[in-house]
């Protein structure tokens, strides 16, 4: 090699290098902000951001395995860019494909064009569905040794092709978005009740506590919902257990619908479900909510073996009381549960709030 040349191909080596150490220090920090919550869902929004920031790309995408004992990976509904074709239900790629098989033997980011014309993956139902959906470059999501999920982006802004490099950055950072997604979603089965999707009793537990905590220190309020189907053992006598299943599920949507942030629903135990609603300026905010959950199951109907099914739920509210409730959750769930019993007294479907008054004369 000659001088001249020496001179020129150095800077470059250099540049290189200089990138490398940029790229690992990105994804460093990426890691940290990834590995910082355990949301599941604000992750998967979080690993489409990242994906977004870091290339020169409009379209974004994740497929997920949906659930434990799934065969399937699902397009996550959160993605950015892409216009569906056909209905969420068509966006699937199975386990036991021939693609998944090659992602988990070689780890590497691949084009839609790379995959079409792979000798593996002649006419491959998986890849016809991934260019149908607008992917450009697939990238494999791979945590403890199992593809977990896809990242799928569109075309570069600039239509030129992804780099080897960037490709490279790509599945590093799509390892560490799988290694922090899967942690999340371990956590939510360890919290999440598995029949209604809504958070299981240890999780609402802990949760009232430092809402408590919270509202204690900065004097804002706090009501609790107790709330569970009325007469649903004779439900279940009647229909069956499968059928009460299917209520329980169809309840909990209707909550669910109404625990938006700060607020949020558990499954208390059995038929009963609670709401936790922080912030809230007043009694008739609370109970206009509890209003909306009441009418809410009443106007549903929950179809099992050709019938039409419907229930009635009662609900009791308490306030926090910072001379009742600062120690413990204890109180605040009696005074609720004093307010439901009330509402069974006096003919079920309905909702009130805990009133000493009427507890006494009771």
């Known amino acids: 090699m000659s001088l001249s040349e020496d001179k020129i191909s150095y800077p470059q080596e250099i540049l290189h290098y200089e990138k490398k150490i940029y790229d690992q220090r990105q994804l460093i920090e990426i890691s940290r902000a990834l590995n910082s919550t355990l949301d599941y869902k604000y992750l998967i929004n979080a690993v489409v951001d990242v994906?977004?920031?870091?290339?020169?790309?409009?379209?974004?995408?994740?497929?997920?395995?949906?659930e434990m004992d799934a065969d399937s990976l699902?397009?996550?509904?959160?993605?950015?860019?892409?216009?569906l074709i056909y209905?969420?239900?068509?966006?699937k790629i199975s386990l036991e494909s021939?693609?998944?098989?090659?992602?988990?033997?070689?780890?590497?980011?691949?084009?839609?064009?790379?995959?079409?014309?792979?000798?593996?993956?002649?006419?491959?139902?998986?890849?016809?569905?991934?260019?149908?959906?607008g992917g450009h470059l697939i990238?494999?999501?791979?945590?403890k040794g199992n593809i977990i999920g896809l990242i799928i982006l569109g075309e570069k802004i600039t239509g030129e092709e992804y780099t080897n490099s960037e490709k490279e950055f790509l599945v590093d950072l799509a390892s560490l978005g799988a290694i922090a997604v899967d942690n999340a979603r371990l956590y939510e089965r360890a919290t999440v009740d598995m029949m209604t999707g809504l958070k299981n009793h240890a999780y609402f537990q802990s949760r009232l506590k430092e809402e408590r905590e919270k509202a204690l220190k900065r004097n804002t309020?706090?009501?609790f919902m107790l709330t569970d189907v009325d007469k649903f053992k004779t439900f279940n006598d009647t229909y069956g257990h499968q059928a009460g299943d299917e209520v329980l599920k169809a309840v909990a949507k209707v909550l669910q619908s109404l625990a938006k942030p700060p607020f949020f629903a558990a499954r208390y135990g059995g038929e009963e479900f609670c709401l936790v609603m922080p912030g809230l300026k007043n009694d008739e905010e609370a109970l206009e909510i509890g209003e909306k959950f009441r009418s809410g199951v009443e106007n549903t109907v929950v179809y099992h073996e050709g019938k039409?099914?419907?229930?009635t739920a009662s609900a009791g509210i308490a306030k926090f009381d910072p001379s009742?409730?600062?120690?413990?959750?204890?109180?605040?769930?009696?005074?609720?549960?004093?307010?439901?019993y009330e509402c069974k007294r006096q003919g079920r479907n309905r909702v009130l709030l805990y009133n000493k008054i009427f507890i006494k004369q009771s």
């Open 221 to 223: 309020s706090l009501y």
């Open 308 to 311: 039409e099914l419907k229930v």
């Open 324 to 340: 009742l409730d600062a120690k413990t959750n204890k109180n605040i769930i009696e005074r609720a549960d004093q307010a439901l």
């Open 139 to 143: 990238i494999p999501m791979k945590a």
């Open 98 to 133: 021939s693609l998944i098989h090659l992602f988990k033997e070689t780890n590497k980011a691949y084009t839609i064009l790379e995959l079409e014309t792979h000798s593996r993956l002649q006419n491959n139902k998986e890849v016809l569905i991934l260019k149908e959906l």
């Open 87 to 91: 209905s969420l239900d068509h966006y």
């Open 74 to 83: 699902e397009l996550v509904p959160d993605f950015k860019g892409f216009d």
């Open 51 to 66: 994906c977004l920031a870091q290339v020169q790309t409009l379209s974004a995408a994740l497929f997920l395995i949906p």
